[in-house]
């Protein structure tokens, strides 16, 4: 439950019964301001987080190479593109590959003819040898030649097939929808196999990976609930927390990662985020944002003493989250402090005031 819905609000008006000396040392009434909306100070339980920094990277990166030699004759993406699964990236000239492809296609077609005209001369020894008409060794002969002509027929078309697939590596698609990083060559550049082309990356699944302290890192498993928290404040849960089965031997550090949920993120590889990770529960003091009053470094809430004068307090503060902050030292449960700190500060000058006029 949140601590805003246990919040005591309540209207006071800041004339109190209390006294206090004015400047001829008899005792007046603090002077009556608006009405002020305050709350009293609670403790609640809420998660025990954890943060470490970490960067961003991408699951699915890769660089696509030529699997066969050509000249590059379409490049139809730069840095930058997206481009969706099955795209085709860079297209090579198929001279040579087509030519092999019609020759291959020929061999089938020869071989084809040889196995049947083999076949057809075994069927008629294996008929006439059936009535002893023919020695063995002719019987032989005749089926030996069919079954290597069947083998050649097989081979012929495992020939066709690599000769298809040559042609089909002239066109080069991407395995995954993603965005170009880095282009390789040019069009009109000749390629030889294994030669880089163009990388990309896939900004649809992206991990956060952070490096622990070897002392922490045994307490987070693969079910703890985690946390990416990026600059802007926005908190992404992770779908999934991997701990590496090693520690660095240098830095005595374990590594993390953190899945994050499939789709538009915002976020890019080689961003810096936190991953935070919840370890428990704990007591904190959460006020709203809008109690606490920043001037410069110094963070202070607006403190209505027992008196019903308007104090202005330092704090110090913790997470922010959800329109509330924590405060980690400068109030203790039981105190008022006023919600709005823009309306205590008016309150307060006026309260000021009127009790000079006194």
């Known amino acids: 439950m949140r601590l805003i819905s246990r919040w005591f609000l309540l209207g006071i008006a800041l004339a109190l019964a209390a006294c206090s000396s004015g400047p001829d040392g008899n005792e007046v009434a603090p002077v009556p301001v608006a009405s002020l909306v305050t709350l009293t100070v609670a403790g609640t339980e809420v998660a025990r987080e954890r943060d470490w920094d970490g960067r961003i990277e991408a699951i699915e990166h890769a660089t696509l190479a030529a699997q066969t030699g050509g000249r590059v004759a379409d490049l139809f993406f730069d840095v930058g593109d997206v481009v969706e699964e099955g795209a085709?990236?860079?297209?090579?000239?198929?001279?040579?590959?087509?030519?092999?492809?019609?020759?291959?296609?020929?061999a089938l077609e020869a071989a084809r003819a040889s196995a049947a005209e083999a076949q057809a001369n075994f069927r008629r020894i294996e008929d006439i040898?059936?009535?002893?008409?023919?020695?063995?060794?002719?019987?032989?002969?005749?089926?030996?030649?069919?079954?290597?002509?069947?083998?050649?027929?097989?081979?012929?078309?495992?020939?066709?097939?690599?000769?298809?697939?040559?042609?089909?590596?002239?066109?080069?698609?991407?395995?995954?929808?993603?965005?170009?990083?880095?282009?390789?060559?040019?069009?009109?550049?000749?390629?030889?196999?294994?030669?880089?082309?163009?990388?990309?990356?896939?900004?649809?699944?992206?991990?956060?990976?952070?490096?622990?302290?070897?002392?922490?890192?045994?307490?987070?498993?693969?079910?703890?609930?985690?946390?990416?928290?990026t600059d802007d404040g926005r908190r992404i849960l992770a779908t999934r927390v991997t701990v590496f089965p090693q520690a660095d031997a240098v830095s005595s550090t374990v590594g993390v990662r953190l899945d994050l949920p499939e789709g538009e993120t915002g976020l890019m590889p080689g961003m810096s985020a936190k991953a935070v990770f919840e370890l428990g529960q704990a007591q904190a003091i959460l006020v709203p944002t809008t109690a606490v009053a920043v001037r410069g470094e110094v963070e202070s809430v607006y403190v209505i003493r027992a008196d019903g004068l308007i104090g202005l307090r330092q704090v110090r503060t913790g997470r922010r989250q959800d329109g509330e902050v924590e405060i980690l030292a400068g109030l203790t449960p039981g105190e008022q402090v006023a919600a709005d700190a823009a309306q205590a500060l008016q309150a307060r000058r006026t309260q000021r005031a009127q009790m000079a006029e006194q």
Do not use: M, N
């Not at 698609?173 to 390629?191: C, I, L």
């Open 88 to 106: 085709v990236v860079v297209r090579f000239t198929a001279v040579e590959q087509q030519s092999g492809q019609r020759q291959a296609q020929a």
């Open 129 to 229: 040898h059936a009535r002893r008409l023919v020695a063995k060794s002719e019987f032989d002969r005749a089926r030996a030649a069919s079954d290597a002509a069947q083998a050649q027929l097989a081979a012929a078309r495992a020939a066709l097939k690599t000769a298809d697939e040559h042609v089909g590596y002239t066109a080069i698609r991407a395995p995954y929808r993603g965005v170009v990083t880095a282009r390789h060559v040019e069009p009109g550049e000749t390629v030889s196999p294994g030669q880089p082309l163009l990388s990309g990356l896939s900004l649809d699944r992206l991990r956060l990976l952070v490096a622990l302290p070897q002392s922490e890192a045994t307490r987070i498993r693969s079910d703890t609930r985690a946390v990416v928290v």
